[in-house]
């Protein structure tokens, strides 16, 4: 059974960085097509960022593109999220999540098999 564990997150002051990284366990890590979502409070989760399972195509929602970039060491079974020029509207938890099959990045939350418990991140003003 495949876990993930989210570790990173923080608290930060508005134009700062974090970067957040999402451990998987199991062998086949390197076959699963990852993403990032985040939930902020009172809203739905969203999707923030995807990845294919070679990193070779990634996905990027408009509200974050050009400021985070979503990555992954196969090696080391970790995918990251590198958080930068944060605003107090990223706030939110943040989940990774996997899918377990499939050659694409994918970016419904209907479409990933495993997710993580989440890591807080707050933005400051």
């Known amino acids: 059974q495949v876990q993930l564990v989210e570790s990173g997150g923080g608290l930060v002051q508005a134009g700062g960085s974090l970067r957040l990284s999402c451990a998987a366990s199991?062998?086949?890590?390197?076959?699963?097509?990852m993403g990032w979502f985040r939930r902020a409070p009172g809203k739905e989760r969203e999707i923030v960022a995807a990845i294919t399972w070679s990193g070779g195509s990634t996905y990027y929602a408009d509200s974050v593109k050009g400021r985070f970039a979503i990555s992954r060491d196969n090696a080391k079974n970790t995918v990251y999220l590198q958080m930068n020029s944060l605003k107090p509207e990223d706030t939110a938890v943040y989940y990774c999540?996997?899918?377990?099959?499939?050659?694409?990045?994918?970016?419904?939350?209907?479409?990933?098999?495993?997710w993580g418990r989440g890591t807080q991140v707050t933005v400051s003003s």
């Open positions: 999540a996997a899918r377990t099959s499939g050659r694409l990045y994918y970016t419904e939350i209907n479409q990933y098999d495993v």
């Open positions: 199991g062998r086949t890590f390197s076959s699963y097509a």
